[in-house]
Structures are given as structure tokens and as C-alpha cells.
């Protein structure tokens, strides 16, 4: 098992390099493809040696080689959990024929939450294309479950935008495109996806209200995180999850 987990490992790695392309460009306007990556602080271009997922910053100790400035540890933070969310991915649900849709899913959660942290935004330029994604890839690869699909991101979207339309201090219409195009992936795992989001988010919020007061009221939070921890449960626990509910409670 670990010679086939291993190789999507490095995918995953790979994946994160991009990712942080997009999470550093996206929100700026710039282009994906063009400059190559440069350090942010003097400009000289990367060398593909330094570029190399995870180990380049180790062994440069998170600095630019050029003029030493400091890189953060985002970067290999990021690629380490793509790698480490890819490897999950398929020792949970094995190689088949919906592992293109989760390993897209999760890419997808790990750029829009880190923007969402960064920039308290949540990008149409990801969710939407990803919204297509799920749809096209039910149609070619799960086309019996396209009709709960549909129903799942479209319950999604609506608990969402009447949570919003409720707080809209909490939570804004990109949580509410996030959460209806998590249903177009997870399905019927979005019940414990969104439990999930509202659980560990609720949480996050009692406890800064805690340690920072009442201030704490007026920075918020950013739920898309919180989000894309629930949807990365979907994938990996969500039909056992609701299994266990059914077998609980339904039986």
C-alpha cells in the first residue's frame, strides 16, 4: 500500500507548489503561468533546485539564497498538508474512479482557505470552475448519483445563505458558493461536513471571545477554513458518518 500511497504523496507536494502560486497571485491579479516563481523580496528568480516542494526550504532554512530574506512557512506548510491530505485521500477510499473528483476537491480547499485567511475573500475564480468540475466529472464518472448530488449542493447552498442572510457578520456569499459546491462533491457526506464546519468553528470563536473579550467580536473569523476542514472530513469519514447516523437513529 505505501509503494501506491507514496507517489500521490509527491503529487500531492507537487499540487502545493502550484497551490501556492494560486494562494500568493489569484487575489492579486496576477497571471498563474507567467512570471516563474521569484523571491518576493528581491525578485531573483527561483532556481528549479530551490524549488524542489518542502525539502528546498528546509534546506535553505527559509530563506531566499540570493539576499537571505525570509520565506514563510506557509509555503511548505502548505505543500506538506496537500501531500499529506492526498495520501489520506487514497488510503481511505483506494484508487477509483471518483479519486480525480476528491484529489481536485481537496486542491481546491486547501487554496480557497488559505485565500480566505489571507484576504477574508473566498474567489470566484476557484469555486465556480470547481462547481463545473464536480458537475462534469458526476456526469462522466457517477452519473446515478448526479440527481442526490445536485440536491446535496443545492441544500447546501440554501442552509448556507440563510445562515448568512441571519449573521452576516459571520459568514458571506463565497461561504455560501463554497458550502453549495462542497454538496456537489460530497453528497449526502455534506451533513457532517457542515457539522463538522460549525462545530470546530464555534469552537475557534468561544475561545478567542475568551481570550481577546468582547474586541473580538468585531475582527470575526474566516469560515472557509472551517469549511474545508468539514469538507476534507466528508471525504475521508462522511458515508461511514452517515451510516452511523442512519444506524443510530433511522433504523
Given amino acids: ?6 507517489p500521490i504523496a509527491v503529487l500531492g507536494a507537487l499540487i502545493g507548489s502550484f497551490l501556492n502560486v494560486v494562494i500568493y497571485r489569484l487575489p492579486r491579479g496576477e497571471s498563474l503561468a507567467a512570471p516563474g ?7 531573483t528568480p527561483i532556481a528549479p533546485y530551490d524549488n524542489v516542494p518542502v525539502l528546498s526550504w528546509l534546506f535553505l532554512r527559509g530563506r531566499c539564497r540570493h539576499c537571505s530574506a525570509s520565506i514563510s512557512a506557509r509555503y511548505p506548510l502548505v505543500e506538506l498538508f496537500t501531500a499529506l491530505a492526498f495520501a489520506a485521500v487514497v488510503a481511505v477510499r483506494g484508487f477509483d474512479d471518483d479519486l480525480a473528483l476528491e484529489l481536485m476537491f481537496v486542491s481546491m480547499l486547501v487554496a480557497v482557505a488559505a485565500i480566505d485567511l489571507d484576504h477574508r475573500v473566498v ?3 476557484i469555486v465556480l470552475p470547481a462547481a463545473g468540475w464536480a458537475i462534469a466529472g458526476a456526469a462522466l464518472f457517477r452519473a446515478g448519483d448526479l440527481p442526490e ?3 446535496a449542493g443545492g441544500g447546501a447552498f440554501l442552509f448556507l445563505l440563510l445562515a448568512a442572510l441571519a449573521y452576516p457578520a459571520g459568514m458571506g456569499m463565497g461561504d455560501v458558493k463554497l458550502a453549495g459546491t462542497m454538496g ?8 457532517p461536513a457542515l457539522l463538522a464546519a460549525f462545530l470546530v468553528g464555534s469552537a475557534v470563536g468561544i ?5 481577546e473579550g468582547a474586541g473580538a467580536r468585531k475582527k470575526g ?3 472557509a477554513p472551517f469549511l474545508a476542514l468539514g ?9 461511514e458518518l452517515v451510516d452511523l447516523y442512519s444506524d443510530m437513529f433511522l433504523s
Fill in 1 to 6: 500500500m505505501l509503494v501506491q500511497i507514496l
Fill in 123 to 125: 474567489p470566484n475564480k
Fill in 207 to 211: 475561545g478567542t471571545l475568551v481570550r
Fill in 221 to 223: 473569523l474566516p469560515f
Fill in 184 to 191: 456537489l462533491y460530497l453528497g449526502l457526506s455534506i451533513a
Fill in 149 to 151: 448530488l445536485l440536491i
Fill in 231 to 239: 469538507g476534507l472530513i466528508g471525504v475521508l469519514a462522511g458515508p
Fill in 37 to 43: 516563481s521569484r523571491c518576493p523580496a528581491c525578485g
